[in-house]
């Protein structure tokens, strides 16, 4: 039976995390589909990473994605990107939107630091939320109601959110430090997937693929 550790640095800001995120999920149920009677499992972890760390931080630095994306990558870049991520999302079910407001991703990676106290589980159903807030509602993940709406859903108390996002800076230098040490280390671009301590993968990756990497740890247990 094998634990199989997956640390996954990313940021909410960052499409192809999202779909990476949906593309090792469906690596997973590939794995136990292929392995029933295994008994083996499966621990994944966010780190955080900031493409923008440098924008005003909380609900007032937002501005319009839309004029982002067109700042940044110019009108045609923009919609050819967009029809792409459509299209290679298709098989993960995501249902891309490019409206709402974008603002500084550091409070949703507060609230995933402020999550991982709660368990692995509402971990991750904070870090699908926040995904799917972000890039299929429309909503905007600096918001602090934004937040809090997800993180009480996760199963996070909502005098607990406030104490600690709203009222402090809790998680703040543990997100700064991880985000640094990310930009100074292994991890070159997001997604960045760390399997065992053994493997690294980066972008968006067909779950096939994890699939093989899941084999090799298998191998490297029996000594093969």
Request: hydrophobic share 35%.
């Amino acid at each position: 039976m094998t634990n199989f550790r997956i640390t996954v640095t990313a940021d909410i800001h960052c499409p192809w995390c999202y779909v990476g995120r949906r593309q090792l999920k469906q690596a997973q149920q590939l794995w136990q589909q292929k392995h029933p009677d295994s008994g083996d499992t499966f621990t994944v972890t966010h780190a955080p990473f900031q493409l923008q760390p440098g924008w005003p931080r909380g609900p007032s630095g937002s501005i319009e994605k839309q004029q982002f994306y067109r700042e940044q990558f110019g009108l045609d870049r923009t919609e050819m990107m967009h029809k792409r991520l459509v299209q290679v999302a298709q098989p993960t079910g995501i249902q891309f939107k490019f409206g709402g407001r974008i603002g500084n991703s550091r409070d949703s990676h507060r609230l995933l630091h402020l999550a991982k106290r709660y368990g692995n589980e509402v971990e991750l159903k904070t870090l699908d939320a926040l995904y799917a807030a972000h890039w299929e509602q429309e909503r905007n993940i600096a918001a602090h109601e934004t937040l809090k709406d997800i993180a009480v859903n996760a199963g996070i108390p909502a005098d607990e959110f406030q104490r600690a996002i709203v009222d402090s800076d809790a998680g703040g230098p543990e997100v700064d430090e991880a985000v640094s040490a990310a930009r100074s280390g292994a991890v070159n671009g997001v997604p960045d997937f760390n399997i065992q301590d053994l493997y690294r993968l980066s972008g968006g990756r067909e779950p096939t693929e994890f699939v093989r990497v899941f084999e090799k740890v298998k191998a490297a247990e029996r000594g093969e």
